[in-house]
Nanobody, 122 residues
Framework: QVQLIESGGGLVQAGGSLRLSCAAS????????MGWFRQAPGKEREFVAG???????TYYADSVKGRFTISSNNANTVYLQMNSLKPEDTAVYYC????????????????WGQGTQVPVSS
C-alpha cells in the first residue's frame, strides 16, 4: 500500500506561481510513473502532467504545457511547479502513481492522494 500526501496548495493571484509536492510513504518499484491530475468545481478530473520516477521522461496536458513543470527527486517526492497561473487553473490537485511507463488517464493510476486546493484569483 502506497500513501501519497500532497502539499503546497493555497490561494494565489493570477500570474503568480506555486509549487506542489507529493510525498510517497514508500517507494514501490513496481510503480513507474507519477502523475498530477486536477478537478475544477463542477468538472471531471483531468490529467495535468506525468513523470517517470527517474525524472527523465515528462509529458503534459496541452492546457498547461509551457507553464507547468513536473519533476521527481528519484526518491519519494514529485513536484509540480506552476507558473503564470490563470483563474481557470483553479482546482483540487491530486497526485497518483501508476505501474505503467506512460499513463494519462485516471484508470491507469492505482494509488491517489487526498488532494490539495489551488484557488487562483483574478
Amino acid at each position: 500500500q502506497v500513501q501519497l500526501i500532497e502539499s503546497g496548495g493555497g490561494l494565489v493571484q493570477a500570474g503568480g506561481s506555486l509549487r506542489l509536492s507529493c510525498a510517497a510513504s514508500t517507494r514501490t518499484y513496481s510503480q513507474y510513473t507519477m502523475g498530477w491530475f486536477r478537478q475544477a468545481p463542477g468538472k471531471e478530473r483531468e490529467f495535468v502532467a506525468g513523470v517517470k520516477w527517474s525524472g527523465d521522461s515528462t509529458y503534459y496536458a496541452d492546457s498547461v504545457k509551457g507553464r507547468f513543470t513536473i519533476s521527481s527527486n528519484n526518491a519519494n517526492t514529485v513536484y509540480l511547479q506552476m507558473n503564470s497561473l490563470k483563474p481557470e487553473d483553479t482546482a483540487v490537485y491530486y497526485c497518483a502513481t501508476s505501474q505503467l511507463w506512460v499513463a494519462k488517464t485516471e484508470q491507469q493510476y492505482n494509488y491517489w492522494g487526498q488532494g490539495t486546493q489551488v484557488p487562483v484569483s483574478s
